[in-house]
């Protein structure tokens, strides 16, 4: 068996974040093999392709993956423009793959179900930072175990989406309608139009994904006559759900939130909060959605279509046999649960944190990307930059640089404080008279008889 260090540091992914690791773990002269399961890098962002993110080019785009870039004569798009995730890819992602230097190192096609040690299982701790780590990788031409000395999983996780039950479990009737539910942000204005155009439709959930669906399915509505909508969520916040409109740092994603409101206080679509969904049923040939709401048992429908945009949950499937700690609820990496946990932040910043919070009790193993964010829905790429940047760093063995991390996040504007807790800050710092968060502008601006966060004119202030 090769000795560790002739093994390349596998990463599994090659999504924007796991592309950067690739770069960061290249510019330090570490050899990578770079797994991807689709059939051409990126694969989860071209499913929701024609989505436009609300983060300018700018964001969008690692630093060190730009630089190789333009070492080679490639240009970013207007960089305060906002990308669909196809331009992403075509201008970005799919060039970056193709550079000589990253190129060899993907398999495209190449699945890892399974990641362990070899010849050790969980249980047996002896030397198990010096044995390599194992991969089990479909392909087309078969199944095959490959051998790594680090492995960093950016997975993401949009191929396991939440069921529409609200218990985190499919609903009943989950599975036997399959065929008439969408997961994600299907492609309503484009190549999913004829499955919306004139029915009735129901999305569940409250996030960015949401809103993008009921909008596209308002502007399918203008066009096509008899196309209905329904909005059905499990909260009640409709401040925390609409966001901060203009305090939001983000504009394009405070738009989102303030068009969607619009859209609701329109009467253009039924909108049903606190609804637990429990069943789905037939009847006549359509469907009928079953929840618990403060009212008792409600049934929304008859609809002919349901969008689940109820967010994601990672796979742990593949590390089942390493050594992981985890937030026992968000399933992310344990040191960021409380940092990014959704019940306590809304405002969107999260602390710098780099390869220590990324790491686990199995030596040599690193959760990257959306997946460090395990079920939080508020992760955003220039987080991931900054942690492969930090990850590939320790790998390399210059501690001074992966110790060295800084993320400054736009903050939503929204910034919610739950009952009880008022001695802690929304951001995860202590509390808010006691520090420069966003939270001691919410309590100003309430303070002051104003609604909503007030980051904006904590800023306009500071200016
Ligand atoms: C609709 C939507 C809009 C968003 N908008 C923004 C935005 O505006 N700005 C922003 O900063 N962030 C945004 N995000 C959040 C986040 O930046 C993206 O989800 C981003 O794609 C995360 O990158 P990633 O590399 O961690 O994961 P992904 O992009 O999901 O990449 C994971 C890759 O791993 C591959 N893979 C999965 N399992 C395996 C396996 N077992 N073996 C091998 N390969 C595997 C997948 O095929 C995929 O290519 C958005 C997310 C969504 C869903």
């Known amino acids: 068996m090769a000795t560790q260090n002739d093994l390349p540091i596998a990463v599994i992914g090659a999504g924007p974040v796991g592309l950067a690791a690739a770069v960061h773990l290249m510019s330090r002269g570490l050899p990578v093999k770079l797994y991807e399961a689709g059939n051409g890098v990126a694969a989860s962002l071209r499913d929701w392709g024609h989505v436009r993110v609300f983060t300018p080019w700018r964001y969008c785009v690692d630093q060190a993956a730009g630089r190789l870039l333009e070492s080679q004569g490639w240009r970013m798009p207007d960089a305060e423009a906002f990308p669909t995730a196809d331009e992403l890819v075509t201008h970005y992602l799919e060039p970056l793959a193709s550079l000589p230097e990253l190129a060899p190192a993907i398999e495209t096609n190449a699945r890892v179900v399974a990641i362990s040690r070899w010849g050790a299982d969980k249980v047996r701790g002896s030397e198990r930072g010096t044995r390599p780590f194992m991969l089990v990788v479909e392909t087309a031409n078969g199944t095959r175990r490959d051998s790594a000395r680090a492995v960093i999983d950016a997975s993401g996780t949009w191929r396991t989406p939440n ?28 190549r999913d139009r004829a499955l919306y155009a004139g029915r009735t439709t129901l999305v569940a959930g409250s996030g960015h994904s949401a809103a993008n669906a009921l909008l596209d399915l308002a502007r399918l509505a203008n066009v096509a006559p008899g196309t209905a909508l329904l909005w059905a969520m499990r909260g ?70 349901i969008i689940a945009a109820t967010g994601q949950r990672p796979d742990l499937s593949l590390t089942r046999e390493l050594r992981l700690d985890l937030d026992p609820w968000l399933e992310s990496v344990k040191a960021l649960g409380p940092l990014i946990d959704p019940n306590e932040h809304s405002c969107g910043d999260v602390p710098p944190h780099g390869h220590r919070e990324l790491s686990h009790p199995e030596p040599g193993f690193f959760t990257v990307g959306i997946k460090s964010y395990g079920r939080a829905p508020t992760f955003l790429l220039l987080t991931g930059y900054e942690q492969v940047r930090s990850v590939a760093a320790a790998i390399a063995g210059d501690m001074a640089a992966a110790d060295a991390v800084q993320l400054v996040l736009p903050e939503t504007g929204v910034c919610t404080v739950p009952a009880g807790r008022a001695s802690q800050g929304c951001c995860g710092g202590p509390a808010p008279v006691e520090v420069d968060a966003c939270c001691v502008a919410d309590v100003d601006a309430k303070a002051a008889g104003k609604s909503g966060c007030g980051c904006a004119s904590k800023m306009e202030a500071a200016e």
């Open 163 to 190: 069921p529409l039950g609200a218990g985190g479990i499919a609903a009943q009737g989950e599975a036997e309608f399959a065929d008439r539910i969408a997961y994600g942000i299907p492609d309503i204005l484009g």
């Open 236 to 305: 009640t916040d409709l401040v925390r759900i609409y966001g901060g409109g203009d305090a939001d740092q983000l504009p394009a994603r405070g738009e989102l939130g303030a068009d969607v409101r619009d859209l609701a206080e329109s009467g253009r679509v039924r909108l049903a909060t606190g609804f637990a969904t429990v069943a789905i049923r037939e009847h006549d040939g359509r469907l009928i959605v079953e929840g618990q709401s403060e009212e008792g048992l409600l049934q929304l429908g008859p609809i002919d279509r």
